[in-house]
């Protein structure tokens, strides 16, 4: 059985390079157009034809296990061609230029390329110089629209809204672009959000984004509906960040005790890939409150949205 | 034993209590650890039945001494001093409350070592102990240490003891998390590379005695560095110790910006000059250096002001196989928990400075700076007092003091006034006979 889609929402944009400048309506429109791949991807036929033909071209030049492995299967169950590129075979590890690569790239006319960078608006400045949509999935400390839109999608689908409600955002803001995507989103949406962090890891300056500053975790996570966990890199734990993962679980990991700040009924979400026992503790990761597997699922049906509705918008569509 | 901790007047004293401004002729009553009473004529009525009745014969009492930086060699060097003979020195000089660095071997970096410090204090030494923690990890200026959980188990700072952290960037996330939690950074301001190989101050007196000279920028460049990092963090800051008119500008300005910064100087610096050196005298070899009289001048304005915050005695008990050596190969430091206090009564004597001012710079300023509940006269505070004659003549004997070493600068000097009586947590702790 082929569902066929009921929401002919356009994304009347070229890329989707970031959830800053999104509107409302586009916004929702994501959201609306993800619920009908959410259905799709639990039925056994889950293939759909409206990227056949569609070239898709997923360039990570940072590792990925869930966002790539989600940009693949969501192409591939709209009928395009998926190819992958890594940085360990491209040729931008013999030195090529990242603007050299896009114009290789874009000799093959790939329709859609999705990219992740280490660089904070390299995935801009790619768009700059190829004729397909780019879609960034993920760029430095910048943004990752499509996680601030499953997380959003999750959200919606378990608390029935977003508007109104406290989301707190827990970790490592300061390189974060998990964080600073979703917080652009959830205020478009009309949520209170919060970040808690110690203040090495918040960028100065974070309180004009449209946030309320916590440096701790009890009064941060009071009548929160939402907690966001976020990972904190290794090499941030050891003294140079904060001063050991002993002390930084001690006062910012989430554990039953520092949940129960929050609402009765709070739901814990995380990007992944987790440290256990660094930001969050086991047994609340893989709790009752925690959303952290859907979040995985919501995420193929996101992409499928987005890629979706840029194709809608693309030449000869 | 509830016999040793029976209620004590102190009777017909000169009552000094610098945080609240209060000098006057009074009784002091004191019961179960705790300051009671300090009025005019509490008299026989007031008494609790079986109380210590103490004649202070005018003598003033005052609130115990709180040393903010004496070293103390435990762990690790405890043929150096122990928590036992540097709280006996201390009793001895009035300080009823220790603060101690983190430069010990182990350094106090880990909250089990800060356990350890409390508990060795408890159990041995009669006079309080407040640790320090180490600011970054075994000191060495990179990463910084676990200032939230250390200042759970009981860091009243965090310092990395004589050394400086050279790293702007260490210094300013250490500053950016201490804030977090409200955490007290003390610093020793001293650029390393800037000191170089120098040994005591420079100018003309390191260059007759042909030793390599420290110049003061080497102090004042850090201290105005670490300035605009407390600006930047808002952090909290207290120069550990500082000696020169260049650092008494910049402290000035950072404290009319309105920046939470606080001061040390040490006895040494307020008492001593570079000439005292003579002919390679290495007990008057400290770190930073002493400097030239016009600093030292400079340095008691400061504290008669109140841009100086605090004087501490800089503790650092060195014994002759450090001491008895070349003067560049020697080590730094002196000791000074027994004579802090005798010798800033020079001060007093010279009409440099009043008996208020040094008093409340050696107990109530270090009190609120650290958040400690002594340096005050108040009812219901602890009973940590001092008595003090101020115009008792003596002459130091080196083989009198306490502490395991004899490295006092104040050699065989003549004093005028000294402590006679110390109380620590409402019982006498030291008295002279």
Redesign the interface.
Known sequence: MNIAAKSSFVLNRRHLLGIEGLSHAEITGLLDLSEEFVALNRQVEKKRTSLRGRTQINLFFESSTRTQSSFELAGKRLGADVMNMSVNSSAMKKGETLIDTAVTLNAMHPDILVMRHHASGAVELLSQKVDGSVINAGDGAHEHPTQALLDALTIRRNKGRIEGLIVAICGDILHSRVARSNIILLNTLGARVRVIA???LLPPGIERLGVEVF??MREGLADADIVMMLRLQRERM???????V??YF??FGLDSTKLAYAKPDALVMHPGPMNRGVEIDSAVADGAQSLIREQVEMGVAVRMAVLEALSRNLPNA | MPSDRRPMLLANARVVDPSRDLDFPGDVLIADGVIREAKRGIGAAGVPQGAEIVDCKGRIVAPGLIDMRAFVGEPGAEHRETLATASLAAAAGGVTTIVCQPDTNPVIDDHAIVDFILRRARDTAIVHVAPMAALTKGLEGREMTEIGLLKSAGAVAFTDGARSVTNAQVMRRAMTYARDFDALIVHHTEDPDLAGEGVMNEGEFAARLGLHGIPKAAESIMLERDMRLVALTDGRYHAASVTCAESLDVLRRAKDAGLSVTASASINHLTLNEIDIGPYRTFFKVAPPLRAEEDRMAIVEALASGLIDVVMSDHNPQDVETKRLPFAEAAPGAIGLETMLTAGLRLVHAGQIDLIQLLRAMSTRPAEILGLPGGTLRPGAPADLVVIDPDLPWVLDPEELKSKCKNTPFDEARMTGRVVRTVVAGRTAYEYA
Do not use: H, L, W
């Open positions: 110690p203040s090495t440096r701790d050891n003294g140079s960040f904060v001063p050991s002993q002390e001690a006062y």
